[in-house]
């Protein structure tokens, strides 16, 4: 499972947990959510750490990922040949060929 999908339900669990303690209370039920909400988000800096971390890394990666394939697109638009046959989404097309749109 995805760190970033095990992260979010755990926030959700946490939510819903605090929520439920929270039912006995003669509250409204507005406020029992805002409390829930504040304080299981500050369980989950405590008890989530682990997934949070795992789901950072996750974003970092692909983040990097994302940030080198944006300069090899750059590098290919400018011109560089090696740049634009690395990339795998590159494709050679002749565009001689084909024909023009010929909707009305």
């Not at 995805?2 to 209370?25: H, M």
């Not at 507005?30 to 504040?38: E, G, P, R, T």
């Not at 304080?39 to 990666?61: H, I, P, T, V, Y």
Request: charge should be positive; hydrophobic fraction near 50%; glycine fraction near 6%.
């Amino acid at each position: 499972m995805s760190p970033a999908i095990k992260y979010t339900f755990g926030r959700i669990g946490l939510f819903v947990i605090v929520f439920v303690a929270l039912s006995p209370t003669p509250l409204n039920i507005l406020v029992k959510a805002m409390v829930a909400f504040v304080a299981s988000a500050g369980l989950s800096f405590l008890l989530l750490r682990k997934w949070r971390d795992e789901m950072a890394e996750q974003l970092g990666s692909i983040s990097a990922k994302r940030t080198a394939e944006k300069d090899r697109l750059r590098s290919a638009l400018a011109g560089d040949e090696d740049a634009a046959a690395a990339g795998d989404r590159v494709v050679a097309a002749d565009t001689t060929d084909k024909a023009p749109d010929s909707r009305p």
